[in-house]
């Protein structure tokens, strides 16, 4: 059986496409580049390693305009000001750079927090 990323296009806004595809830790980034070869609608992806505590945003072309490094640590900094979310932050590390970022020790509550933001942010 043939392995696919996340895209919850139902969830997606009329006339609008997703910038973002999620993949699960299982996908190797060699099967994602393949998928994705022939994917220009698509700017950036996601997956998760180390058994989902290692959250990784990755630019897939060049027309990706966020500092992936920058835009998860801001994203964390507004997560602070959220009561509930505020205990999850404990211990998470980001690093990366323009291209990519990899947030560590990170709770799936925050996974799908961001995964969800980041479909919000990146859909046109």
Known sequence: MDKKPNVNEDKLIEGTRPKVLHFPGDFTLEEINKLLENRKDIIYFTRLLK????????????????????????LLKHYEQIKDLKPLLEGIKVKGNDSFAIIDNISPILIEKMKNDFNKLLTK
């Not at 058994?51 to 801001?74: A, I, P, R």
């Open 51 to 74: 058994e989902g505590t290692e959250f990784h945003l990755v630019k897939h072309n060049k027309d990706g305009y966020f500092k992936l490094q920058t835009l998860e640590s801001q």
